[in-house]
């Protein structure tokens, strides 16, 4: 019969043996343990670090399990080469499956060094077994415990890392869009895009009301398919505040804008496209048009997609809004009433002015005679010929087109 004393002479003895190793019998074990990981993980075959720092991971662990053997009930701890081996995986962006294949291999294998230890023990055999049955109890709480920990430390070394890898490139944005000289290839390569090619520039957020508690998920996703729709590579995208992300595409040619204009957006998000530009410079360009793009759409009607090349005009002439009321006001007299009949007779004059009578009777779906009618009204609202001060009355009208809002008296009338 098998006593207990028996069963942990035998497990002391197996502990006693394997502590005075010398290094070339630990070296030997350690390259048949991780022989199967390599064969089952390719990954750390190829790549020498990785191995290097694995079968410091494995001797490591030999040592801190056996030295936990002989100091049982302490509490199991991964050796701090395995933890430092998780950390690299974390560092290198190795999938965390890789770490549970290495541990669930490497126990696996270590389990079979136990039972073939086990074997050629010179003791009865119902010793020896049930020396293997506790020993191999014991390995597998320890490892348990070990996989544990060495999943908390990739967790929390990623965590760190990525934190640290946005910050940098967050970093590396601002001091871009201030103007200092960078290196543009060193740059490209920390952000992950071409600086050298076309860089066209976006705003995307969504609406105050809208709800969206996966937001980030939704406007990463939205980004994707606005490259995709211009067959730009991974865009940049960097958080620009709560629920909104300001976006570069980078693209051999100016890409056809049309194609961002007509993605579909989804409910609640809107978009701001800045004018495309090459270079570092570009980038910086289409970033501030964006932006005044993105406040600008902020006082139109709602719209999904506002393009900087369609508000430059009013942006440049309503940076001050109530300078541009009074300019609204002052050239268009009478003809800024904000009824329908007056907004037909402004539409009238703003269409006869970019392409004459005939024109503007087509677009309208008039007679000409009518267009004629409403240009005699326009010139009694505007105090004037139609045709004089052109060019102030056209830019007017093309304002209030774009935002009605500067249809108001301004606030210091």
Known sequence: ??????????????????????????????????????????????????????????????????????????????????????????????????????????????????????????????????????????????????????????????????????????????????????????????????????????????????????????????????????????????????QSISVWLATLRPPDVRRLTTTRAERGIRVAIGMTAVGVSGFVSSHREALTARRTAMRLPPRSVVRYADVELLSLTSQDLSAARRFVAHELGDLASPDDATARIRETVQVYLAHGVGEAADQLGVHRNTVRYRLQQAEVLLGHGVDERRLPVELALYCVGLDPTLLEPAADV
């Open 1 to 242: 019969m098998t006593s207990d004393a028996d069963v942990d002479r035998l497990i002391r003895k197996y502990v006693a043996t394997r502590l005075t190793r010398d290094e070339s019998e630990v070296a030997q074990v350690v390259a048949r343990l991780n022989d199967e990981v390599f064969a089952s993980v390719p990954l750390l075959a190829t790549d020498r670090d990785l191995r290097h720092a694995l079968d410091a991971s494995t001797r490591g662990q030999i040592r801190e399990f056996l030295a936990w053997l002989a100091a049982e009930p302490t509490e199991p701890k991964a050796a701090a080469e395995a933890v430092e081996f998780a950390r690299l995986l974390a560092r290198r962006g190795v999938d965390s499956t890789v770490l549970l294949r290495v541990n669930r291999f490497g126990q696996q294998a270590s389990l079979n060094e136990i039972i073939v230890a086990m074997r050629n023990e010179a003791a009865d055999p119902l010793v020896r077994q049930g020396a293997a049955v506790t020993l191999l109890r014991r390995a597998l709480d320890w490892l348990n415990a070990c996989i544990e920990q060495l999943i908390g430390a990739y967790a929390s070394e990623r965590e760190s890392w990525l934190r640290s890898a946005i910050a940098r490139r967050a970093d590396l944005i601002e001091t871009i869009l201030h103007g200092d000289v960078v290196d543009i290839d060193d740059a490209g390569r920390v952000l992950g895009h071409n600086l050298r090619v076309q860089q066209t520039a976006l705003e995307l957020w969504f609406d105050d009301d809208a709800n969206a508690p996966d937001g980030a998920e939704r406007l990463d996703a939205l980004a994707g398919r606005l490259a995709a729709g211009v067959r730009a590579p991974r865009p940049l995208v960097v958080s620009s505040g709560r």
